[in-house]
């Protein structure tokens, strides 16, 4: 956040994300981050985002846009929230858990239009490279998403073991057996059609609970140059995370990394009116960090960020580390 917001001190410099579609898994114990972001609607130069109030915390995400419609006609255009790519390979061994299990709708994503609920339609693929294999894998009983293990080992395990051997064979399947990894990715989406009122305001609001990744942090790994670039980690924020993992007798504390995609779309007329962001570490002795100039601390776990006539330059990765196991979902 700031340099110094860990220690609620003066922010530091504005950096670029070091973003990726899916963080390395850092250990057995560890789990990756994966990106989300906000809405992407189709180009329109008469549509303009008023504001944004973009809330972060470990376990919600909400954002509420006001956006203009400053033609004389109504405009209707398909809104789309893409979810986090699932790609099997690198995942499906992971520790990574996602937040709403059992469900396409893994992240539990929900919007509003001017307060009332949307019903939006989910579109689902899977991917073996740059060859589609959807139906492929619904020929076999096989969920899209590879991260369902669940319902993958269920279906596995209703297959013939010819059957296995040829999805083995396809790299499709690490290995021949019901337990075996899936080798594909996944790609969803929401999406609807939304109509923009002639000459004035529309309010959307969308939630869901983030892909936050999780690790073990040693003062070695929090002191080392990019570590300190990618969350603008000052002296004062290191001084806070080395008092943390002295405390515990393994000589490192607990870190969680919350992404979230600013850049991605940009497809409204000018600027952001308005732009707030609030952060929430949700503890009042966890630390915080991430880049941004000018944060304000608000209250004992709430950090503001606001700017005006925005455009966004750069991706969020926000930082809160804890001793506390129960704020970062364990018990």
């Known amino acids: 956040m700031k340099r110094g917001s860990i220690a609620g001190r003066v922010p530091g410099a504005l950096i670029l994300a070091l973003a990726a579609l899916a963080s390395p898994v850092r250990a057995n114990d560890s789990a990756a981050t994966l990106d989300a972001g906000g809405l992407v609607l189709v180009r329109d ?79 689902e693929r899977a991917f073996h490279g740059t060859q589609e294999i959807t139906e492929r894998l619904k020929r076999h009983g096989l969920p899209l998403n590879p991260l369902r293990r669940e319902e993958l080992e269920a279906a596995l395990k209703r297959l013939s073991p010819a059957d296995l051997k040829a999805l083995h064979k396809a790299d499709l399947l690490s290995d021949e057996t019901a337990d075996a990894g899936a080798q594909w990715r996944s790609e969803a989406k929401f999406h609807w059609e939304q109509t923009f009122p002639a000459d004035a305001e529309l309010r959307i609001a969308h939630s869901y609970a983030p892909i936050a990744g999780n690790w073990f942090l040693s003062p070695k790994e929090a002191a080392a140059r990019d570590f300190r670039a990618r969350y603008c980690l000052d002296d004062a924020g290191l001084a806070g995370i080395r008092r943390l993992a002295a405390a515990k007798p393994e000589g490192y504390t607990r870190a969680f990394e919350v992404p979230y995609i600013v850049t991605t779309a940009r497809n409204w007329a000018g600027r952001i009116g308005r732009f707030t962001l609030t952060v929430d570490k949700a503890r009042a002795d966890a630390l915080v960090s991430f880049c941004r100039q000018g944060v304000r601390k608000t209250g004992p776990t709430t950090f503001v960020w606001e700017a005006r006539d925005y455009v966004p330059d750069s991706d969020l990765r926000v930082l809160i580390v804890s001793n506390d196991p129960a704020l970062l979902g364990d018990r």
């Open 45 to 123: 130069d008469a549509i303009e985002l008023a504001s944004e109030d973009l809330r972060i915390a470990i376990d919600r995400i909400d954002v509420d846009y006001v956006f203009r419609n400053r033609s004389k006609a109504p405009r209707t255009l398909r809104l789309a929230f893409p979810l986090p790519p699932i790609d099997g390979a690198e995942l499906s061994f992971s520790a990574l858990s996602l937040p709403v299990r059992g469900s396409a709708n893994f992240v539990g994503f929900t919007v509003k239009a001017d307060g009332k609920a949307v019903e939006p339609a989910l579109e």
